[in-house]
């Protein structure tokens, strides 16, 4: 949720508005806005303006800040994408393991029904 005006972002992470505004216009980052068009920044956009900072005190321009704040958007997402596989997959196994159990019971006790020799 967007709490910080414009000014006060700025402030927080070391900044001019200009760039803010600039990194807005390269699609770096969108701010909530309130009803009367004002920008309001969240602790999320605080963090995007930071590693914007880092990225161009790396050296990179706009464009390559844009390209890895994607791929870093992209990673997480893969990353949560995967959780959830890994989640589910364990709990495959452990139907499968249960099935497997059932069935092995099923065969014993038929076995057992039907007597020696008759399977």
Do not use: C, F, W
């Amino acid at each position: 949720m967007g709490v910080y005006a414009i000014s006060v972002a700025a402030e927080l992470v070391g900044t001019g508005q200009q760039n803010i505004r600039q990194y807005e216009r390269k699609g770096l980052l969108t701010p909530e806005r309130t009803d009367g068009g004002t920008r309001r920044y969240s602790e999320q956009d605080l963090a995007t303006l930071r590693r914007i900072g880092a990225l161009l005190d790396e050296g990179l321009n706009l464009a390559g800040v844009k390209l890895v704040l994607e791929l870093e958007a992209a990673n997480r997402g893969l990353t949560e994408d995967n959780r959830g596989l890994a989640d589910h997959n364990r709990e495959l196994r452990a139907d499968n393991k249960g099935l497997r159990k059932d069935l092995k019971e099923a065969r014993t006790e038929r076995d057992a029904q039907s007597g020696p020799g008759t399977h």
